[in-house]
């Protein structure tokens, strides 16, 4: 990722952090309507999920700039997601379901080179977790 796409990432994630309860909500709804039998992934603790999930986002987006912290970390996801019985291809329906949310929660300020940077920052986290 440049850098000027990495920084559009991060002041846009910045920008989500007063609502990312909603966020995450939103989220989880979108991945559910689309792929209702990833919710067998979940447990049925979809709140826990959900402060989880905004958790690391919050630091997977903090280390996009440190690619060589941030691949053990997703490695170690990977490992974590295994158990949960996450298989590689369940990683594009939830990196849709990301930009989906993005897209409604950002409205306007959602362009096509965010869309782009965004899509670059998940492209790497799931090769990644693969």
């Known amino acids: 990722m440049s850098p000027e ?3 559009l ?3 846009s994630f910045k ?3 007063p609502r990312m ?3 995450v909500n939103m989220f989880y709804v979108r991945l559910f309507d689309t792929r209702p039998e990833l919710c067998l992934l979940f447990g049925g603790n979809i709140d826990q999920q959900s402060r989880v999930l905004a ?3 919050d630091k997977i987006v903090k280390m996009l700039d440190a690619p060589d912290a ?3 970390l997703l490695r170690d ?3 974590r997601h295994a158990a949960f019985k996450v298989k590689p291809e369940h990683y594009a329906p939830f990196g849709e379901a990301l930009l989906w949310t993005l897209e409604m929660m950002l409205a306007r300020e959602f362009t096509a080179e965010l869309r782009q ?4 920052a998940y492209d790497f986290l799931a090769t990644n977790m693969r």
């Open 77 to 79: 996801l990977k490992s």
């Open 117 to 120: 940077a965004w899509r670059e």
């Open 21 to 23: 309860n909603e966020f």
């Open 70 to 72: 941030l691949v053990p």
């Open 5 to 7: 796409h990495i920084a």
């Open 9 to 11: 990432v991060k002041s």
């Open 55 to 57: 958790a690391m986002l």
């Open 15 to 17: 920008r989500l952090q």
